[in-house]
């Protein structure tokens, strides 16, 4: 039985079955049965003694006797229980129904078998409702060893698929394909780390023999599926580097030294400089820069984007630097054309906002040239933005954009791209209106050439039509005045093949000549004679197959992808970076600019409010400015919005007009609405912002020196942490102070402590990571990255490294996955890509 046969082919599973665990566990077919792991065992094949009992053991089997039975009595009705003791020690056995049948059902000082969950309470261990089996009868059966336990949902246990029925399905389909199960990986790497072979690891990872028989199943099952996401990403890392040309910056000119000499309004820190240089390096490389730059808020980001987009206007390109938010947007927009003044540079702003006659402007200034640089938000995204030449695309804050907008930027490179038969009509039409009669003469002798076709060519078409090349071959094709034998557009590649008369003298000529005018269009021109092509085929497509190996992939009307600087100021572990953006390259600025104080951060329960209003009061006679942030977590909910309105009227009460200007911010406020009360508390004619989280990314009023989080409780830390930055912008001392109401949860009290205590965006970042786990950080959920199977990116980063390692090592030695020894791999891989179970394109 195939592994991709629907799972109704497993004996006991009806059409209706298979839908119903298709649409609650996405289980379509056997491999994803397979590959639906449990998530706990019932482990009988261990027995523990009472002392060795931890807090944390969760379900337990012990040997022992029932010393004494009693009932007690409780709020409401009472319970049974019993002692239970072996040599060790004792605990209880507790029952809360069917109280009178247990008493008169259990031996007192007889040896029994018990098994259960345990509870931990004040010191001593108890089992509510144990199974129980005397020793003697325990001993006549063949125990079950360990069980699986499945992942349910509540549809699936109203509909009777219990945990014993899927384990059934699994069992028996284990039976009927455990044959067929392919080895993934080469013999070397499972010798290199000790795997167990594939199908004994699916076996036990099922129906473990022993608690060791599941750990080296579980070891080799995590292995293999960070080894396939990771062999994608480097990978795809090597196509971009190898393959995908990207533009040369080479030139440090006349903007970039300008600006450096004149118009940096400070030095850049060690970090901001080491991060310039790398992006240096990339941009000059001739590769296409795919670079993720992370650095906490405050770190110093806009400076580097903005020397970055300066190289790329010295070298005649455009660049764009796309953020979130439109209040963002603006003050990018704000800050790069206070930066450039007196340049002779051109920045516009494109947002949602832009009416239609500027759009139109903006839009032909991009076409022509004209405009360096575009800031906007995701308006930049459409179709009818169309830029002359992008060199550079500056994605800010990334978490906020879908990896889906991070490839559509990629588009956007050069000319508008288009595809390789647009392109070849483009050319077509060129030609086809300079020379109009000269055209239409060659489509005839195309046609008849394509008629009377050589011996030669046709043993070559049939080769190339094949497509073992992987890419696409026309015959016969209009290419300015000439017609070429064969091309491959998407490589610019030209074959020729050549009669006898090719060897004449005046023929030699006219061919150079051709092949000259050819080149200057970017083809290469690759010429075999007929005999070549007739007497050894193989040897003339090894050539060609080599010759499209060598060429750049991207070149179809000279557009390259753009470059593209992701910056991000969310940090993010690096085993987590090496998942979500295994593709990228990643430059971290891990230094602040001189001169900032640490922001001192307290937590105070509301009952505190009255001092801590004080403080305001005296923070604002000093001339500081603060923020009020409410949670809004659904900026819909009236739940919230009320909070919100409810806590700016208090404040309005306790901060009266006109000594105090207040300002308000929140997400269901018009654009223009928000961007007047912004600007007012930016300029200093408010002295307080209250807001929502609308103001958390990027904005940036140093004067503002104390940030208050109102049930602060309720935030994430890596929104905590984002809200902090507001402030801290300046030379004075800052405080943030974290409100919360008296209950808090175990959690809620782990990030308030967090912060208190450090202000290191990647310790905050990792235990944020721990709290909530890989799927709750930043954008990762679009990723698909992290739909992990078995492995988890916290605990298993120590295989996620060898993981990763594993595929860089084996890529370097063999990077088309071509060797024998790596068949299994390449199988499986071109299988995985085909189903899509590795996300697509990324970047
Ligand atoms: P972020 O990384 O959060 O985007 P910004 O680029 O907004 O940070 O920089 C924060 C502030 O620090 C800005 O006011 C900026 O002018 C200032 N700044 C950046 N780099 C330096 C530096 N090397 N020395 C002094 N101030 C700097
Ligand atoms: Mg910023």
Redesign the pocket.
């Known amino acids: 039985m195939n592994l991709d046969y629907p799972i109704t082919y497993i004996k006991g599973i009806s059409v209706q079955r298979a839908t119903l665990l298709y649409t609650e566990l996405d289980i379509k077919n056997c491999n994803d049965l397979l590959n639906f792991f449990p998530f706990r065992y019932i482990d009988k094949t261990q027995f523990y003694q009472i002392k060795e009992l931890q807090p944390n053991s969760s379900e337990v089997q012990i040997v022992g006797k029932i010393t004494h039975i009693k009932s007690v009595a409780q709020k409401k009705g009472s319970r049974l229980v019993a002692t239970f003791q072996d040599a060790s020690g004792s605990m209880e056995l507790v029952w809360f129904k069917g109280q009178k049948w247990i008493k008169d059902a259990l031996k007192i000082n007889t040896p029994y078998v018990v098994y259960g969950k345990l509870n931990h309470y004040n010191g001593s261990f108890s089992i509510p409702h144990p199974e129980m089996e005397l020793v003697s009868e325990y001993k006549k059966k063949l125990q079950s060893k360990m069980q699986p336990v499945y992942p349910s949902t509540e549809k699936l246990s109203n509909s009777g698929v219990s945990n014993k029925l899927m384990r059934g399905y699994i069992q028996n389909l284990l039976q009927q394909v455990y044959d067929s199960i392919e080895e993934s990986l080469s013999q070397e790497i499972i010798d290199d780390f000790k795997l167990i072979r594939k199908r004994e690891a699916l076996l036990n990872v099922h129906f473990p023999k022993s608690q060791e028989a599941l750990a080296k199943a579980q070891f080799r099952l995590k292995f293999e599926e960070l080894f396939f996401i990771q062999l994608q990403l480097v990978r795809k890392k090597l196509i971009n580097k190898t393959k995908i040309k990207g533009f040369v910056f080479d030139n440090v000119g006349e903007h970039f030294n300008h600006f450096y000499k004149n118009q940096l309004?400070?030095?850049?820190?060690n970090a901001?400089k080491r991060v310039l240089k790398e992006i240096r390096k990339d941009v000059g490389s001739g590769a296409q820069m795919n670079r993720l730059l992370q650095?906490?808020?405050?770190?110093?980001?806009?400076?580097?984007?903005l020397l970055s987009m300066l190289l790329a206007i010295d070298n005649g390109y455009q660049a764009a630097i796309m953020a979130p938010t439109e209040i963002l947007a603006n003050q990018h927009y704000v800050?790069v054309s206070e930066l450039l003044k007196g340049m002779n540079i051109s920045v516009d702003i494109l947002t949602g906002s832009v009416k239609t006659k500027k759009r139109r402007e903006i839009h032909t200034n991009l076409e022509d040239g004209s405009l360096h640089i575009l800031v906007g938000t995701h308006a930049l995204l459409e179709d009818k933005v169309q830029f002359k030449n992008l060199g550079i695309a500056i994605i800010?804050e990334q978490h906020r954009f879908g990896v889906k907008q991070r490839a559509k930027l990629w588009q956007k490179g050069g000319p508008p791209q288009s595809s390789q038969r647009e392109e070849a009509q483009i050319i077509r039409k060129k030609y086809m209106t300079a020379r109009p009669s000269v055209y239409k003469l060659m489509k005839e002798l195309q046609k008849s050439k394509k008629q009377q076709s050589t011996e030669a060519e046709q043993i070559l078409w049939e080769q190339l039509r094949a497509k073992k090349l992987e890419h696409k071959f026309r015959r016969q094709h209009v290419i300015d005045e000439f017609i070429v034998d064969f091309v491959c557009l998407s490589k610019k590649l030209i074959i020729e093949v050549d009669g006898k008369y090719h060897f004449s003298n005046d023929q030699k000529e006219a061919d150079e000549l051709r092949t000259k005018i050819l080149n200057e269009l970017g083809f290469k021109v690759t010429r075999f004679t007929n005999e070549e092509v007739i007497g050894n085929i193989e040897k003339v497509v090894n050539k060609i197959f080599q010759e499209l190996k060598s060429l750049p992939l991207g070149e179809v009307g000279g557009a390259s992808p753009p470059h593209i600087l992701v910056?991000t100021?969310t940090p993010i572990p690096r085993t987590l970076a090496m998942s979500v953006y295994g593709d990228l390259d990643i430059s971290v600025?891990d230094e602040l600019?001189?001169?900032r104080k640490e922001v001192k951060t307290v937590h105070r329960f509301d009952s505190n409010r009255l001092s801590v209003f004080k403080f305001l009061k005296d923070e604002i006679a000093k001339g500081r400015q603060v923020y009020i942030v409410y949670p809004l977590i659904q900026e819909s909910e009236a739940m919230d919005y009320k909070d919100l309105m409810d806590g700016y009227e208090s404040i309005s009460r306790e901060f009266p007009s006109p000594k105090y200007q207040i300002s308000i911010v929140h997400g269901k406020m018009k654009p223009a609405d928000k961007d007047f009360e912004m600007q007012r508390f930016v300029k200093g004619e408010t002295q307080i912002m209250v807001a929502t989280t609308v103001i958390e990314v990027?904005v940036?009023v140093?004067n503002a020196s104390v940030m208050i989080i109102e049930s602060a409780e309720r935030f994430g830390l890596s929104q905590l942490h984002q809200l902090r930055?507001r402030v801290g912008?300046g030379s004075d001392q800052s405080y943030c102070i974290l409100l919360t109401s008296f209950k808090l949860s175990d959690d809620a009290k782990t990030r308030l402590k967090t912060m208190v205590d450090t202000a290191d965006g990647f310790k905050i970042a990792e235990v944020d990571l721990k709290l909530r786990g890989p799927g709750n950080i930043m954008g990762t959920q679009q990723s698909g990255v992290l739909n992990l199977k078995i492995a988890d990116v916290v605990k298993d980063s120590k295989v996620l490294v060898s993981a990763r390692n594993t595929a860089i090592s084996l890529l370097q030695e063999d990077p088309n996955l071509s060797k024998k020894e790596n068949l299994p791999i390449r199988n499986t891989f071109s299988k995985m890509s085909k189903s899509s179970k590795i996300w697509g394109n990324i970047s």
Do not use: C, H, W, Y
């Open positions: 309004p400070f030095e850049l820190t901001q650095g906490d808020v405050g770190s110093g980001k806009t400076i580097v984007a800050a800010d910056m100021a600025i600019p001189p001169g990027g940036n140093p930055g912008r």
